[in-house]
């Protein structure tokens, strides 16, 4: 069975800072991964999509890294900004159909 | 293109009740998935209906049904309403059947509340 963890569970950073998400998975035989964005109450916001066959993913500030060998998965946010604060959660699509998330990590940015 | 939209927003049950939440896929989308998330955790997967048959289900009683109609809109029922079903139902839409290489679109969330 798939297990999808992530540390920490809360961070709060000065805005400015760069910092680093982190995403374990138990099972290596994974599609893709995925790390979203959840504002408080909302629905969830797609932010990078890394296959299996690849290492890395950027959009603008943001940076992840698929290492699947040892089921690790980092987000790189590059000068933080108040506006980044929410929930961040990553998701590993194995076989079938389904996403498997792990329980996000709380991020404020301090102005 | 319009997104994913889920109604209603936000609901109020009390146990034993029946509950159907709906979802209007992404233009173009022919899969969808629905999530429960409860509070302070990560979405669970319920279940994935492609081309209006189930194309997979998670850890959930059957008490929790659902359809997908041919527009490929969706709803989710839950029937017998308990206490613990009190969470954020998230619905998402994607192409194709085993989206191994695609991403998943997600809607609001409906807030479903049970008395």
């Known amino acids: 069975k798939q297990e999808v963890t992530q540390i920490p569970a809360a961070l709060s950073v000065p805005e400015g800072e760069n910092l680093v998400l982190n995403c374990s998975f138990t099972d290596s035989a994974i599609y893709n991964l995925q790390w979203f964005r959840q504002d408080p109450g909302k629905g969830l916001t797609s932010l990078l999509l890394?296959?299996?066959?690849?290492r890395e993913q950027t959009s603008g500030r943001l940076n992840a890294s698929l290492d699947k060998s040892s089921g690790r998965s980092t987000l790189y946010i590059a000068a933080s900004q108040p506006g980044d604060s929410a929930t961040y959660l990553c998701a590993v699509r194995t076989s079938g159909s389904r996403l498997t998330f792990g329980e996000g990590t709380q991020l404020t940015v301090n102005p | 293109e319009t997104g994913v939209t889920q109604s209603p927003t936000h609901l109020i049950k009390t146990r034993g009740q029946q509950v159907t939440l709906r979802c209007s896929s992404q233009?173009?989308?022919?899969?969808v998935s629905w999530y429960q998330q409860a509070l302070g955790q990560g979405p669970q997967f319920i279940f994935q209906y492609y081309r209006e048959e189930e194309n997979g289900r998670g850890n959930f009683p059957p008490r929790f049904s659902g359809l997908q109609f041919p527009n490929y809109s969706s709803e989710l029922n839950v029937n017998a309403l308990e206490l613990d079903d009190s969470a954020l139902y998230l619905c998402?839409?994607?192409?194709?059947?085993?989206?191994?290489?695609?991403?998943?679109?997600f809607g609001p969330g409906t807030r479903l509340t049970v008395l």
């Open positions: 233009s173009g989308h022919n899969t």
């Open positions: 890394i296959q299996s066959s690849q």
């Open positions: 998402a839409s994607s192409w194709g059947r085993d989206g191994s290489t695609d991403t998943q679109y």
